[in-house]
Each structure stands twice: as structure tokens, then as C-alpha cells.
């Protein structure tokens, strides 16, 4: 390439950029007019430079031409399972999460003629069981992930799965059958927390297990192969949400190395639900593909795409081809598989991803500076703040800030779903005994679908 092409054209500095917008805008005020802050109180602004860098930008370790399309399925019956697991391989996916809400499930019948060298398994397992994972780390594959989440299954629903001595017991030896383990971060998102506040909480949430470990048995040979996983929900704010992934492996580099754990982390995104709507619903898959394309330049590992009637309908072939083809032809027809970082030197998104690791930085020191996460989730504090976060967004949607389309905006007065509704879409009350307050997902337009659904005739 013939570099002089460029020698006539001279560098331009933010300075200049600035006053020649200030100069086009004709006296308006260019911070009223121009710049907006987001949730995250984070400043957005016109135009970014390279002088907004003090040091030069790095190339990242991600590797955007390897991510997985994954299917979901849950576990009611292994042979029904497997039969779904084979037909989505078959069909494109390259892995498959399985969800088990037991352990009375025939691994053997599962996993029948699954090619475990071609295919990558996650297995989220809603129970702890030595047996069960015993079992799973006799399974002749690298590509196989265990989703074990105490923490995540306390803040959720406000209760260990036994105790709290039992639960880490348990959680100790499947790391040393399985040496992985999974932050659920989707939780927090889903139920309305900020960006800054999902990384924080995401951080300190795998600083309680890291902390655990550094007291433990575990060998520190073991320690550097641990394998940590990120389950992640992807929001709609496209640029933000690329920037929110990388931001997490910048976090977790960092803490990491202060373990001297592997400071490299898997990520499963999915389309988060907060923002899916019952009416129009064919806008979801709008949602979802951008979303899917936030995660890929983000560098997830794995994306596991949400089905467009998900929050109504059962599982079923036509809503989960949809969802496996919107990741296809992202794949092989849209291009997102042939380059590795490309979001790399990107000024807009390198700033993002600054000033969001260096917020939740923050949050996550004062986290820890006032007992740990454990200890917030125990006093209510984690619980009042995603609170506070997500009324601020409901708000802000109740007044026609935050818009869904066909919902809050141009909505159709014809569209009826009534009659369609096979699963329970809002939020279920079922009071009971728990430790600590549970948090509570919540979509945005639930409110306002339940008061058209009562006027439906």
C-alpha cells in the first residue's frame, strides 16, 4: 500500500473538530445539544479521538471468528432431548446447553450419538450433586462446561440449595471433578441493573468463589486451569453492549491475576428478556439480531439466541429454527466470523470500554470495602440498587423516553394475544421462606401488556 496517498491530507486534532462543530451548530450550546448521558451516567459525545488516549490502545486476545451457535434445551426427558440435541447439530449449531433441573437423568441415553469432539456441551445444572458431576468428569471431551452457580441460585431464589457450609462443600468438589465454574451475571441484567452495575456485581459475585479458593485445598496448579464462565444477557444498546463484554474480560484479567487463576473466561451470551414484548412480538427478532450482533463483536464464546415468542410459548420447532437461522446467517451470510477483533482501535467503543471497567472498578472496591458481595446481598443493599435502576428505566419508559416499538410506540390496536398465552409471561408471586430477598426478573413492558390483556375481548 502507498502510504503517500494520505500525505495531503493533514491530522486534524480534537480541538479542531470541536470548533468546527461549534461553528456549524451556529450558537447553540454544544454540550445541551450534542452530548447525553446514559443510565450509566456515562457522557456520550459526538465525535471521539485518538488524543482521548494516554497510552496506546491494545490489541485484544478475542477471537471473534470462533463463536459457537448454541441451542437450549431443557431436560424433561433425556431420549425427547437427545432427539432435539441431534436435529439442532444437524441443523447448524455447533453446541448445545443442556438445562437439567434434576439428576435423575440418564447421561448415557443424552448424550447418544452426540460427537462430543465436534460438538461443545454445556450442561446448566439447577441442583448440586458429587454423583451427578462425577459422571460428567468421566466424559471423554475438552469442550465440555459445567454451569454451577451457588451464589447465583441464592440471589435468585433467595435460598442455598442446601446450606451455605454444604453448598461451597459441594461447589469445592466439583471444581476439582470439572475445574470450571460459572458467574450468572444474566440475572442482573434481566432484572434491571445498569451496565456498570452487572460488570460490579458480575465481579464481586466471582470474587466471593475466588476468595473461597484461596482458603481451599485446591492445588495451585489447578487454580491456573480453572475454566470460569460468564453466562451473559445482551441488552439493545448496541455499541455499549460490545463494549459491556469487553469490559468484563478486562475485570476479570484483572482479578484473576490477583489470584493467579486463569485470567482467561468463557462467555455465553443470550439476548437478554427484559426488553421482549408480548405484542408485535415479531420485533423481538429485530431485538435479538442486534443483540446477537452486539455479543459477536463483544467476543463471546458461545451465543445462544432467544426464540421471538420465548416469554409466551412453549418450546417449540418453528420459534427455535428461527432463532438458530438468525444466528446462521449472521455467521455465514452477514460475515461476523472473519475477523477476530474487529472492534479493536475503534475510538468510540475503546472509550466505552474505559470509562464502564473503570466505574465498575469503582462500585466493585466499595462492594468489598463494605463487607462483600455476600454480605450486600444479605442486607438488602445489591437487592435496593437494581431496584432503584430499574425504576429509573421503567420510568423512563412509562413516559415514552425508553421506546418499544408496537408497545409504548405505535402500537396496534388490532393486535390480540389473549388466546395464544401458554406460558405465564409476568412476574409470579408465590410468597415463602427465604434467607434473603430474592431479585426479581422484570420486563419492562409487563405493566402495561397486563392491563391491555384484561381489555382484550
Known amino acids: 500500500m502507498n502510504n ?4 495531503d491530507f493533514k491530522d486534524v486534532s480534537a480541538k479542531q473538530w470541536k470548533q468546527k462543530i461549534q461553528f456549524d451548530l451556529k450558537g447553540a450550546d454544544y454540550n445541551n445539544t450534542l452530548v447525553w448521558n446514559t443510565y450509566e451516567d456515562i457522557a456520550v459525545k459526538p465525535f471521539y479521538h485518538a488524543e482521548d488516549f494516554k497510552e496506546p490502545l491494545q490489541i485484544s486476545k478475542t477471537k ?7 441451542q437450549a434445551i431443557f431436560v424433561s426427558n433425556a431420549e425427547k432431548a437427545n432427539t432435539k440435541a441431534i436435529d439442532a447439530i444437524e441443523c447448524g449449531s455447533n453446541s448445545i446447553k443442556f438445562v437439567l433441573p434434576h439428576a435423575n437423568i ?3 441415553n443424552l448424550l447418544k450419538s452426540i460427537d462430543l469432539n465436534k460438538t461443545s456441551l454445556h450442561f446448566e445444572l439447577q441442583f448440586v450433586s458429587d454423583d451427578f458431576i462425577s459422571k460428567l468428569s468421566s466424559l471423554d471431551s475438552k469442550s465440555i462446561f459445567v454451569h454451577t452457580d451457588i451464589i447465583g441460585n441464592l440471589a435468585k431464589s433467595g435460598n442455598w440449595f442446601n446450606t451455605l457450609n454444604g453448598d461451597f462443600k459441594q461447589f469445592e468438589d466439583i471444581l476439582k471433578s470439572t475445574k470450571s465454574f460459572t458467574v450468572n451475571t444474566s440475572l442482573y441484567q434481566n432484572a434491571g441493573a445498569t451496565m456498570v452495575q452487572q460488570l460490579a456485581y458480575s465481579m464481586a459475585h466471582a470474587n466471593e468463589y475466588l476468595n473461597y479458593l484461596d482458603n481451599s485445598v485446591i492445588a495451585g496448579q489447578t487454580k491456573q486451569s480453572l475454566q470460569l464462565t460468564f453466562n451473559v444477557s445482551i441488552g439493545t444498546n448496541y455499541f455499549f453492549e460490545i463494549a459491556k463484554l469487553r469490559a468484563l474480560r478486562l475485570l476479570w484479567k484483572t482479578l484473576a491475576s490477583e489470584y493467579q487463576v486463569n485470567t482467561d473466561c468463557h462467555i455465553l451470551a443470550t439476548p437478554t428478556k427484559r426488553n421482549k414484548t408480548l405484542y408485535d412480538y415479531n420485533t423481538n427478532m429485530l431485538r435479538t439480531t442486534t443483540e446477537c450482533m452486539s455479543a459477536i463483536l463483544g467476543g463471546a464464546n458461545t451465543i445462544c439466541n432467544l426464540p421471538y415468542d420465548a416469554i409466551y410459548h412453549k418450546s417449540n420447532a418453528f420459534g427455535e429454527r428461527i432463532a438458530r ?4 446467517i449472521l455467521k455465514h451470510e452477514s460475515y461476523f466470523n472473519k475477523v477476530n477483533n474487529p472492534c479493536d482501535g475503534t475510538y468510540y467503543i475503546e472509550t466505552l470500554t474505559q470509562q464502564l471497567a473503570e466505574k465498575a472498578l469503582k462500585l466493585f472496591k466499595d462492594i468489598e470495602t463494605n463487607g462483600g458481595f455476600l454480605k450486600q ?4 443493599t445489591i437487592q435496593r440498587k437494581i431496584k432503584e435502576s430499574a425504576q429509573k428505566e421503567q420510568t423512563a419508559f412509562n413516559n415514552g423516553d425508553e421506546i418499544l416499538l408496537g408497545t409504548n410506540k405505535y402500537p396496534n390496536p388490532n393486535d390480540k394475544i389473549k388466546d395464544n398465552l401458554e406460558l405465564y409471561p409476568f412476574v409470579k408471586t408465590k410468597p415463602r421462606k427465604t434467607l434473603i430477598e430474592p ?3 422484570h420486563r419492562l413492558s409487563g405493566t402495561l401488556e397486563q392491563k391491555r390483556l384484561k381489555n382484550e375481548q
Open 439 to 441: 431479585i426479581i426478573e
Open 4 to 7: 503517500r496517498l494520505f500525505e
Open 106 to 108: 440418564s447421561l448415557k
Open 64 to 70: 471473534a471468528t470462533q463463536w459457537k451457535i448454541c
Open 325 to 328: 437461522n438468525q444466528l446462521l
Open 377 to 380: 446481598l444479605k442486607n438488602g
